[in-house]
Every structure is written in structure tokens, then in C-alpha cells.
């Protein structure tokens, strides 16, 4: 059709947009749709590994899944809660948060200083309505109202007839502590991701740990941790008591841990006078400026070694990592001084060490019943290229693995005290004992009470907000032959089912 | 008497208890089943504009769950709900029997594993409920009740059984009761709340279909409280539950800084405590959101629920994480 107007629509300035953006991002839909999306979007963290928390086995998944792996990792599934897209949303939230706390509370407080509003013409159309007739002069009836409101209402008398009442203001003073404490957890949150530290390292016994960067076996400092200036402490590790179940033989219980106990001595800093601590799972023991926890525990095996010269070559505990939970513990022993070739061994370490035809030498109780070690042993160059690898593992891309007199591969199998001569003249290997380790954790979260305070802060404010009710009652009186007639009515935020009869209780402290 | 006899006995008066509600299941469904073919059809009520100044609400205060007409075949159907509430007090009673006895064999808060857990919930659902009924009438549900705590203590006796032991070191923690209790109660509130959630959109269908008093659903009316009752019912239990399970939470990252150097470690069991705590959140401000219909927020409740259900079954048996002591 011709003639027809054009349609102007009003256009929007930067500033304008801006107002939207603000509006739409805080309003009460956006906060319930980007909670949603959070709870989805947290959900893939627990379906698959997470690179901070096991990033053995994320590798492990991306190596059995060739095709899907790499995609996922692109896509950040296996660091779900560092990606940008789970930043992103509660970053919004955050904003959403902020954008909703800072008007209410204005308006909470304008509310708090200023007077119940007016009463309205007809109290019979409110939610709660009652009118009673009592033998009082209209202002001693009005008393009476105001009396039976007691201490939780706000009164607000407006005239000889009529007030005004309002109670539960705690409700919403309530819900903006609850989200303003959620903030605090927030920003507690990040404070501890930024400032925060906190190393592994595993100690066996009688050795001792100072806490500095390069003695730790792993170190995750916070973007600003200055790995330089860490508490000056450090820790000896005297004994280790484990214990586990040998009575309950049911599935899933025989040989479950029961209690671990690490007796440690620890110095403030260097020069000062030691202390005695237990540490025990769950039972951390505090350090100026970080906790000590105990996290894990295994065998290290005190061997000594000696070359084909007959010089002492290796001495000392060499740590094995407990692969099951019968401590079944794989690792290596390196000798790179051995003359004439380098030497490495490799096997387990078995607390309570079998034979097995199925799985070969395996432990088959975690506690020290009857100690073996199950070696191999390979020669040649241990660190190829000048790379040192893992020291639980030998890589024998540069080493030969060594038989024994008949020809075949050598298997060492030797218990506490004894010694095993290496065949071809290489030297002997002297099992002295077994020993445990403790694995340490040790934390710095400067933020931590500032979270904690800050969620139970929330939680008290949720609780006030969920069970306070707010309610304004309003009441007229007029004169009748006799007496007065007193209306009250009342009003709830939100629907409120008790709201009748509460007004009904009110109306009989009034007329009796 | 030794551990293993007292282990056994706990698990006779469990099952025993799984009798005895069966029993009491059976009379609330013959009890929903006649009261709904003999009750004469309540009158139906106006669908209530949503405006708070319209919502009078007064009438759905006191409760309607008791048909009017008290004759012959109102009294049959009460006949039938009697003896289940009796039934459903003993099943209450040999729970809880049964976890003092496992508490016993132990010499532990026998909450130490998934088996425990499960008995420890339905115990709380139940005495809940029960209690619940002294006050006032509930018997209409009965069934949406002992249905799902069959099913859970059925599952915690088969699948999730474990032998009464000793508890590893990191559960021995005074955290442990705290963290472990109050998770417990609160799930037997939130089934409590997800089952009235539940009867909430039956008879929301049932009264959007006014009209049709024979069908199924028609006839759930007439024995059920009217839907705006049902769904306020359901948020009262909510807004009980969901404080627990915020405690939950700020307890389990307490002892998850004690026992594991961090309060957050993103486990699995973690994750999925947190994710529920944000659906169900969504759920309170969806119901403080004019525009979003008393339904929509109601099935987001629901989706919480159903996420309590995954934590407790498909998390707890099949992800890897520090939370895998269920013992199975």
C-alpha cells in the first residue's frame, strides 16, 4: 500500500543501550537463567577428569580416546572451571548479583527510614480483612490495636482513626546480607586462587623438609605468590603409624585403611626451637603462614647398591608409589655412578609380597607383613639427551635389560637384609628395610576465613529471608452507638497462608 | 553381643521394616483408591487470577484433604488408611531400630557409608511424614511416600549393602555427623517436598481439565488438597530443605579443608552438591519471579530433585573422586 506512515521507531544512544544491557543482565529472569546455565555448566567437571585435580588420568582419557580427546580438550572439558565459557558465566552472575544488591538495598533503606504507607480507603479488599465492635471510645480502641501489634510492628499512627504497621523488614535485610555475603565468598574465592599456594611433597621417615620451592615435588603458587619468600619452616618426619582392617573380612573392608598417624617435629623458622606435632588425617597441623596436612602415604625401600668395583654406588630410602590398595607399589632405583654402565632397576615394592601366576609379584596386604622387593634391572644411558625423567619410572630407550647366568631375563626377588649378587660381576644390591613416607600437602589460603565467614554469613542471611514474613496490617476506627468499630486488614509479601489467621489473633487481643 | 549379631539384627529389623511398609504402601493405595471412586467431586473451585490482592487464600488454610460427606464409603476408605498409618509408624520405628543397632555393631554415627546414608534419608522421610501426620491429615500422601522409601531402602539393602566396619581415616571427623546428618535430613525433606511437588501438577492437570471428574486424575482431585494448597505445601518444605542443604555445603568445605588441604576441590561429589544447590535456588527465585507460572518454577524443583537422585545413584557408583567411600 502507498501513503502508509513509516514507523519511527525510537532509537537507542550508547547510553541507552548501555540502560538495557544494565537492565536486562539484572533483572530477576537473566539471574535465574545464568544460575541454570551454571548448573549445567558445571556438571562436565564431574563426568570427565580434570587436568588440575588428576592429570594422570586426563591424560590417560585423551590417549584412550584418539578422536573425542582432543576435541573435548579443545573445548576446555578437561579444565572445566578455568575455561573462558564457565568464567564468563559467573562473572555475569556476579555483575547480576551486584546490579541486584546495590538498588535494593537504597530502596531497603529508604524503607527502613521512611513511614508504613498511607492506609487505604477500603480494608475490606485487602488479602486479610476483620472488623470487630468494641465497647471503647474510637481512641482507646485504637490503643488497643496499637498494643496488640506489640514490639514486632512498626506503628505508624496516622490520625485518631487510622495506622499503619508494617513488621519483617528482617526478611529482606535477610536476603541482602544472603547476596551480599555471596559476594564475599566470591571475591574470598579469588583472593585465595591469586594469593593462595600449595605443594606436595612426599617425606619419608627420619627425613627432614625445609619449605622452599625446589624442595617440593610439585608447587602450584597463585598467579601473585612469590615463590622466593615462602614461610621459612620446615619439618622432620620421626615416625608414621598406619593401620588397617584385618578382622572384617567382607568384600570392599579386609585391608581398608583405618588410621594414619605421622608424628613430625617442626621449626618455625631456622634456629628456632623444635616442636613435637601429630598430624593425622583431618587433623592438620598449623605452620605461621600455611597448614601442614597428610594426604598419603607408601613404602620406600632402603637399599644400597654397590658396583662392580664393590664401590658404594646408591644408598638411601628410594620412594615407590603405591598402585593399588594392597600398596602394591611400582617404581625405580637409578644408580647413575655405577661403573661400568649406569644402572636401573625396576619393579615393585610389595609390603606383604606373592608370587601370583596370574599377575606375577603382587602385594596382597597394605600393611609391612612380609616385605619383598620384585626388581629387573637394565644398563646403559638412564638419561638420554641429559633429560632426567620421572624418577618413579626408567626410560630404557638408551638401556639394555640384563639376564642372569642361564641366559634368561633377571628377576631379583629380595627380602629385608638380604643382599643379591648381580650377575656378570655388576656389583650387588642390599635391601636393608622398608619404610613408610607420608605424603604432605602443605597450603596457604589467605582468604579462607574471609569465605567462610562470608557463607555462614549467607546462610544466616538465607535463613532470615526464607522463614521472616513481611506483613503490613492497616486499622480504622469509627465511632458506633456503644462503642467503635475497629477494621483491620492486612497484607503479605508474596501469598501467605497464615496471614488470616494472624489477623484473627490480632482482632481478639484487641476485643476480647 | 558381638558385631557381626548386632550387623545382623539391623539388617533383619530392615527388612522387616521393607515388610511392614509394603503392608502400609498397599493401604494408602486402597485408601487413595476407594476414598477417589466414593468422595463426591469437590466443587470446582475458580482458577485464582494471579495477582497477590485477588489471592485470597483463605479458604486453602485449613486443610481440605478430608472430604466433606462422612458416610458409609468415606468410612471405608478411612478404614484403609488407619492401619497404614499404624503400619508406617512401625516401618519408622524398625528404620530407626535398625540404624541404632548398625550404630551399635560399629561403635560409630552410622553414616559412614551409601547403605547408611540411604537408611539414615528414609528414616528422616519417614518419621517426618509421620509426624506430619499427627497434626494433620496426610494421609493422601501415603502412597507418594512409602512408594519412593521402598525403593530406596530396597536399593540400600541390595545394591548398596555393605558390611558394618570400621570407617577409613578420612571419615573419622566429628564433621562427619555434622556434614552427614544434616545432608540426611535434608534429603528426606526435599523427597518429602519433590513428592508434594509431584501431586501439585497431577491436580494442577486435573483442575485445568475442570469438568472431567471420572478420569483418573479427576478422581486423584477429590481425595488430594486443591493445587494452590499442594504447591504452597511444597514450598514451605522447600524453603526448610534448602537452608539444610546450604549447611551441607559450608560444612562439607569445612572438613573438606581439614581432611583435604582445600575447602573446594571440584570432586565429583562436590560438583554435584553445588549443582543442586543452584537448581534449587533457581527454583526460589523462579517462584519470586512474577511472570514465571507456580508450574514452571515447580519442575525446576523437580530437576533439583532429579539431580539428588543422580548424586545418590550414577555419582556415588560410577564417578572417580575423594567422595568414593560408598563401600560397594
Known sequence: MTGSPTIVQPTLGPVGWLRWAWRNLTSMRTALLLLLLLAVAALPGSIWPQRSINPTRTAEYIDRHPSLGPVLDRL????????????????????????????????????????????????DRLPAHVEREVDLAPDEALAAVRTALGRRYRVDVRDAQTLAAESGYGKESGNLLFHTALIGVIVGVAIGHVWGWKGDVILPVGQTFSNTAINYDTLSPGPRVDTVALPPFSMTLDRFDAIFEDTVTGDGQFGQPRDFTAYLRTTAKPGAKSEQQVLKVNHPVEMDGAAIFLLGNGYAADVTVKDSRGVEVYSGPTVFLP?????????????????????GFFGNLLPTGVITAQEGPISIFPDAKDPALALGLYEGELNPGGLSGSV??????????????????????????????????????????????????????????????????????????????????????????????????????????????HLERLAARVAP | MTRETLEQYSLVSLYSALAVLTLAMLGYVIYLARAASTAPARPATTREPVGVGARSGVASDVPASRPPADDAATLRARRAAGPARMLTWLATFLVGLSIV???????????????????????????????????????????????????????????????????????????????????????GVFTLAAMVALAY????????????????????????????????????????????????????????????ASYWNWDPKEVWTFVIWVVYAAYLHARATTGISRQKATYIALAGFACIIINYSIVNMYFVGQHSYSGV
Open chain 1, 76 to 123: 576446555g572439558f578437561f579444565e572445566v572451571y578455568a575455561t573462558p565459557w564457565f568464567s564468563a558465566i559467573y562473572l555475569l552472575l556476579l555483575i547480576s548479583l551486584i546490579g541486584c544488591v546495590l538498588p535494593r538495598t537504597r530502596i531497603h533503606l529508604r524503607h527502613l527510614r521512611g513511614r508504613p504507607p498511607r492506609v487505604p480507603a477500603h480494608l
Open chain 1, 323 to 343: 598402585r593399588d590398595d594392597n600398596y602394591t607399589s611400582p617404581g625405580a632405583i637409578k644408580v647413575p655412578g655405577a661403573l661400568p654402565k649406569e644402572l
Open chain 1, 392 to 501: 618413579y619410572t626408567l626410560n630404557t630407550t638408551e638401556m639394555t635389560q640384563v639376564n642372569d647366568t642361564n641366559g634368561e631375563t633377571l628377576r631379583i626377588w629380595i627380602k629385608p637384609g638380604e643382599t643379591v649378587e648381580l650377575p656378570g660381576d655388576r656389583g650387588s644390591i642390599t635391601f636393608h628395610s622398608i619404610q613408610r613416607w607420608a605424603g604432605l600437602s602443605i597450603r596457604h589460603d589467605p582468604a579462607k576465613d574471609l569465605t567462610l565467614w562470608s557463607s555462614l554469613l549467607a546462610l544466616a542471611g538465607l535463613i532470615a529471608s526464607l522463614l521472616i514474613k513481611r506483613r503490613r496490617v492497616f486499622a480504622r476506627v469509627t465511632a458506633v452507638p456503644g462503642g467503635s468499630r475497629v477494621q483491620l486488614g492486612a497484607l503479605a509479601k508474596g501469598d501467605e497462608s497464615g496471614l488470616q489467621e
Open chain 2, 101 to 187: 543397632l548398625r550404630g551399635a555393631s560399629v561403635h560409630r554415627p552410622p553414616l559412614g557409608n551409601l547403605h547408611e546414608f540411604v537408611a539414615a534419608a528414609s528414616f528422616v522421610l519417614l518419621l517426618a511424614f509421620s509426624a506430619w501426620g499427627l497434626r494433620r491429615n496426610v494421609d493422601w500422601l501415603g502412597a507418594f511416600v512409602t512408594a519412593p522409601v521402598l525403593l530406596m531402602l530396597g536399593s540400600a539393602t541390595t545394591f548398596w549393602y555393605t558390611e558394618a566396619a570400621q570407617l577409613m581415616p578420612s571419615l573419622r571427623s566429628s564433621w562427619l555427623v555434622i556434614h552427614v546428618s544434616v545432608a540426611t535430613i535434608s534429603v
Open chain 2, 201 to 260: 501438577l497431577l491436580i494442577d492437570r486435573a483442575e485445568s481439565r475442570d469438568g472431567d471428574s471420572e478420569s483418573g486424575l479427576g478422581r486423584l482431585r477429590r481425595v488430594l488438597p486443591p493445587a494452590a494448597e499442594l504447591e504452597r505445601l511444597s514450598y514451605g518444605m522447600h524453603v526448610i530443605a534448602f537452608p539444610l542443604w546450604t549447611f551441607t555445603l559450608i560444612a562439607g568445605a569445612i572438613w573438606a579443608r581439614q581432611a583435604w
